[in-house]
């Protein structure tokens, strides 16, 4: 803290933020408050600034009960904070925990929050924290036709930079909107590698308990675009998955109602697919440094109704149209993860030069 402490001392702060934006045990916001730093207001992403909303869901602005902060929501239709927003604030500092895939929404926050702060003026000050999913970077890079908040970038769906490492990408790549360059501030982590395996201290979101689903989650979110349930609604999301109409000798699950899954798929139906879970670290190994195609190739082959497993969502998650169709074709993972190399190769040029810690 003692290298961007200095940099607050007098100013007006504002923050975007989340329940991983920790301290040791205690919230950052917590943090500087006790410290005497003039916090005005908090920026919430998606899941909200104590991170328990269900995926997805618009979540209002509030006022905090800890420290009566005024809380701005950035997720909905008011994903940039405004002139308004921002004209009582000195300093903007980003400090959430992401899992280093291109359809969590935490980057294109980062985004908005940076193009707001170049647009007012503001310094923004990032606190780097580890991609736990940083040691690989895989997947189809995405079709600028098919931008969204689940992917605004051609990066592809597993792109192997921390938080900080990125938003120098959109800085120096002129990936803002309107060519906006941002007055940036990098507080490095230290002793980390992207061959690091980072234990999260506390879950993300609410359906990434643990590390296990956090490793899987870049192959499974491609679900959030099927017929497919991911295990919403049960004690391990992100680490099953399965449909009522699989066959019926498989393993089931029955999702429901919880904290962060308030309407899961196929709610009080029982599921017959897959357990992924496990051992975190055997479920990282096994992953073989890859986005793994085969669960998605294996559910699609076992549903009866393929004319309707794939819903309008899995190109906007997938990036482009292509990959729908190579499924329904029939191609092999390899022959798909074949057609992704140029794209890759293409990305992974770009993304040496923001490199800020060692492959």
Known sequence: MKVYLPLLKGKRVALLVNQTSLVGHINLVDTLVRLHIHIVKIFSPEHGFRGMADAGETVGNSIDRRTGIPVISLYGTHTRPSRADLKDVDVMIYDIQDVGTRFYTYISSLQRFM????????LLIILDRPDPNGFYVDGPVLDTFYR????????????????GEYAEMLNGEHWLSDGLHCNLKVIRCLNYTHRSIYQLPVRPSPNLPDMGAVYLYPSLCLFEGTTVSVGRGTEKPFQVFGNPDFPHQLFHFVPQRMPGAIHP?????????FDLSGNAERIRKNLHGILQL?????????????????????????GNDELKAEIQAGWSPEKIRESWQPGLA??????????LYPL
């Open 115 to 122: 193009e707001a702060a170049a647009l007012n003026h503001k």
């Open 148 to 163: 969204s908040f689940v992917g605004l970038q051609p990066i592809p769906s597993v792109y192997g930079m921390t938080a």
């Open 265 to 273: 798929p196929f709610l009080h139906d029982t599921c017959y697919g």
């Open 294 to 318: 085969k669960w998605l190739i294996t559910a699609y082959r076992l549903c009866p109704d393929k004319a309707r497993f794939f819903t309008g969502y899995f190109n906007k998650l997938a």
């Open 346 to 355: 293409k990305f992974s040029r770009i993304r040496a030069k923001y490199l």
